[in-house]
Structure formats: structure tokens, C-alpha cells
């Protein structure tokens, strides 16, 4: 269920409301009674749960161990 934001038109009385998406919108403030307006929330971030992300888990690799691969190849022919 989501958390909802409410902001009061009358005290600007704001705070956060705990709703399943389909109750209807409060319409009442709790603390002087006003007119409430529903806010925009900017929403949940992600969640990353597990053992751990690191930012090198998906790191493309260099083409340095072709290079040094092929150098290599190239010097034990020489030597023969």
C-alpha cells in the first residue's frame, strides 16, 4: 500500500497518510479541520537487496589483454 502526501489549504498542515489505492482522497485536515489537497510524491527509489552492487560488476573489459595476448604471440615466434 502506498504512502500518500496531504497538504492543508487552510494551516498548511502537511503530512504523510498510509491509504490502499483504492480508498477515496482525505478530504479533511486532523488538526483544524480545513480542506486538504492530495501532493505529488516523487515515489519509492529502488531497493537493492542482496550480498552487494559494485559499480564494477558490469564494467566492459579493456581490450588490453587482446594486446598483450597477440604481443606475446608475436615474441615467442621471434625467439624460435
Do not use: V, W
Amino acid at each position: 500500500m502506498p504512502t500518500y502526501d496531504y497538504k492543508c489549504l487552510s494551516c498548511g498542515y502537511i503530512f504523510e497518510e498510509y491509504q490502499s489505492i483504492t480508498d477515496s482522497p482525505l478530504t479533511e485536515c486532523p488538526k483544524c479541520k480545513g480542506q486538504l489537497k492530495r501532493l505529488i510524491g516523487s515515489g519509492a527509489g529502488p531497493i537493492f537487496k542482496g550480498s552487494g552492487f559494485y559499480h564494477t560488476d558490469y564494467k566492459l573489459k579493456s581490450n588490453n589483454s587482446t594486446n598483450n595476448n597477440s604481443s606475446k604471440k608475436g615474441e615467442n615466434t621471434d625467439k624460435k
